[in-house]
Nanobody, 120 residues
């Protein structure tokens, strides 16, 4: 069972940047799909970025152009670089691992989440 640990959250002024990290307990080379979700207070958890092995990242329209997801297979870590942050980006951000299918991704493992607060 893959264990995931996020870090890098915190408070930042609007327009600022944060980089989230997600360290996996095992090699991510064998994990076909990695993703980042976020959940704002009172809202559902939404997928905002995902990447398959050997593929290009996918981004939700709400964050496209402002975030970059990357995989560091050598260090079993995925990153989420977030720029031009807005107050509406305030949420708990979760890392997820799972599988890639023809129809999309299915995530089975989750981190504990890291809080991101963007101050106006």
């Amino acid at each position: 069972q893959v264990q995931l640990a996020e870090s890098g959250g915190g408070s930042v002024q609007a327009g600022g940047s944060l980089r989230l990290s997600c360290a996996a307990s095992e090699s991510i080379v064998s994990i076909s799909a990695m993703g980042w979700y976020r959940q704002a207070p009172g809202k559902q958890r939404d997928l905002i970025a995902a990447i398959s092995s050997g593929g290009s990242p996918w981004y939700d329209s709400s964050v496209r152009g402002r975030i970059t997801m990357s995989r560091d297979n050598a260090n079993n870590t995925v990153y989420l670089q977030m720029n031009s942050l807005k107050p509406e980006d305030t949420a708990v951000y979760y890392c997820a691992a799972g599988r890639t299918y023809l129809s999309g991704w299915r995530f089975e493992y989750w981190g504990q989440g890291t809080q991101v607060t963007v101050l106006s």
